[in-house]
């Protein structure tokens, strides 16, 4: 893989480099000797939560967004992000590449530093204390990398099936050694996608033990609301997220997984009255994986993008993408939900000097402590929340033949979002419905929808409609506004980028359907 190779090579020459080809400068560490005390091991492990952080914030998040029915681009965008919001993206688009590397080269990261904690236990140097450390350490790596293999499957590959799991090329190219060489007959093809899921499972399973035991030596302050290190019912929570998109066959894991998470006493859904700070100010006793970022001024501020930017502009009288009227704001009660009010806002926005009064979505509004006189419109990542453990409960359920269940999850959710909620239990198609429909509430915004979408079997058309404002059709891109996808539609799963297709010869052929 090209880019990661390079960024491995890069790296080699400069820890390498000296002034003789025989002697190294005091301090400086070699792939040899990195990472050979406790001190060391400890560092490397806030690396892995430093990846972490960047990975769930920014593109990462909301380009499926824009790409789907939910929102459309405006006039006053600049084109930001405009092949994903006109849906006219190819192998070529440089995000897919950014995003593509941007995981595997954290995905190599972690592979290195699970390679040398490993050397470090063999050593003989560390205590029993640290020993018992270093091994929760690597637990956390191992979950780490089935986080970016999931996110990789479930981005660029297509759905999980009985009938597809086994054929060859449909999977992720699997790295699981820091091995870095400039060979190209040594990159890795497509793996099949139960080659995939077997890493996946295998990553998951070897955290979750290793964490057991770190918790049961006395290791609890990961096990918090809103937590800024893995634990394991964070381990179980991704988990479920994985059973769901594996489908039929792995129904009852993703429900057991989703009701340990639900029932451990850690977390509850946010009261309606702490809801808007959930996403103002990061903060909700529903947060299950929360990776620190420090307050503005502080050097450790870095490693995240904005995710609200996206939708939002610093000047607040202009937006990049707003919520579609029909598709979007009509889904919600807006009075009686409480995530109406938190996710949307009437603001006067501007085209050519005139103003025009609509929406805009302000889930992600911008934390406060992070530079606001710069109005960094930044907010810290939530990689895992428990909302999605009962809409993953729902969903497994009804679709295994287990309703009650499923209203049970619908419902609990439900009533702490919807004032005065009390609706009776659903059946059949009218319960898959719903559930889809209170997913789609819940999780906008937050990168889920193209999944959504391809595993539902859906397409869609953006209606431009908006009987509320007659002036904010003007406002909407053309190449936008009556975009559709059918079902299927090819550009619900994206491409392997154009740069990993022409470097890596194992691949040859193995380029999604469509592009």
């Avoid at 938190?342 to 000097?353: A, D, H, P, Q, V």
């Avoid at 499923?406 to 909620?421: H, K, M, P, S, V």
Wanted: charged residues 20%; contains cysteine.
């Amino acid at each position: 893989m090209k880019k990661i190779i390079l960024s491995f090579l890069a790296l080699g020459s400069l820890l390498l480099s000296s002034c003789s080809m025989d002697t190294e400068p005091q301090g400086v560490q070699t792939d040899e000797n990195a990472m050979s005390t406790f001190i060391d091991c400890q560092a490397g492990r806030l690396g892995l939560y430093s990846n972490m952080r960047g990975f769930g914030t920014g593109g990462y998040i909301y380009l499926t967004e824009l790409q789907t029915d939910m929102f459309c681009g405006t006039l006053t965008n600049g084109n930001r992000n405009g092949q994903f919001g006109a849906g006219s993206f190819g192998a070529g688009t440089g995000d897919f590449a950014s995003i593509w590397y941007g995981c595997y080269s954290r995905i190599g990261n972690t592979n290195f530093f699970i390679t040398k904690a490993q050397e470090l236990l063999n050593s003989g140097k560390l205590d029993a204390d640290q020993i018992r450390d270093v091994n929760g350490f690597i637990g956390e790596a191992h979950f780490a990398r089935a986080l970016y293999y999931l996110y990789l499957f479930d981005h660029f590959c297509q759905t999980y099936t009985a009938d597809n799991a086994n054929k060859p090329g449909l999977g992720l190219p699997l790295v699981t050694e820091y091995v870095p060489s400039p060979d190209r007959s040594t990159y890795k093809g497509r793996s099949t996608m139960a080659e995939t899921f077997k890493l996946i499972d295998e990553d998951l399973t070897t955290a979750f033990d290793a964490l057991a035991a770190w918790e049961d030596a006395g290791h609890s302050e990961a096990l918090v609301q809103s937590s800024a290190f893995v634990n394991t019912y964070t381990v179980e929570a991704l988990q479920a997220r994985a059973a769901l998109l594996r489908g039929e066959g792995f129904y009852e894991t993703a429900i057991e997984k989703a009701e340990n998470v639900i029932t451990a006493g850690i977390w509850t859904l946010t009261s309606r009255n702490n809801y808007a700070a959930l996403w103002t100010n990061d903060m909700g006793s529903e947060l299950i994986f929360r990776p620190y970022v420090a307050a503005a001024g502080n050097s450790e501020n870095g490693g995240i993008s904005s995710t609200g930017g996206a939708w939002l502009t610093t000047s607040g009288d202009e937006a990049d993408y707003v919520p579609l009227y029909e598709n979007c704001l009509t889904l919600y009660d807006d009075v009686a939900d409480i995530r109406f009010a938190s996710f949307f806002e009437m603001r006067n926005l501007k085209l050519y000097g005139v103003a025009r009064e609509g929406f805009v979505f302000t889930k992600f509004p911008g934390n406060p402590v992070f530079d606001v006189t710069l109005q960094a419109i930044k907010n810290m990542p939530k990689i895992l929340r428990l909302s999605e453990m009962y809409l993953i409960k729902a969903e497994a359920a009804q679709l295994s033949g287990q309703p009650e269940i499923a209203n049970e999850a619908l419902r609990d959710l439900r009533r702490a979002r919807i004032l005065g909620y009390n609706n009776p239990d659903y059946s059949g198609d009218e319960l898959r419905d719903e559930i889809r429909l209170e997913r789609t509430r819940e999780l906008i915004g937050e990168g889920f929808r193209m999944s959504d979408l391809r595993r539902w079997g859906l397409g869609f058309k953006r209606n431009p409609n908006y009987p509320i404002s007659s002036g904010m059709p003007a406002l909407f891109r053309e190449l936008d506004k009556n975009l559709s996808y059918s079902p299927g539609d090819h550009r619900l799963v994206w491409p392997i980028p154009q740069d990993e297709m022409e470097t890596n010869p194992q691949i040859a052929g193995q380029q999604n359907p469509g592009y």
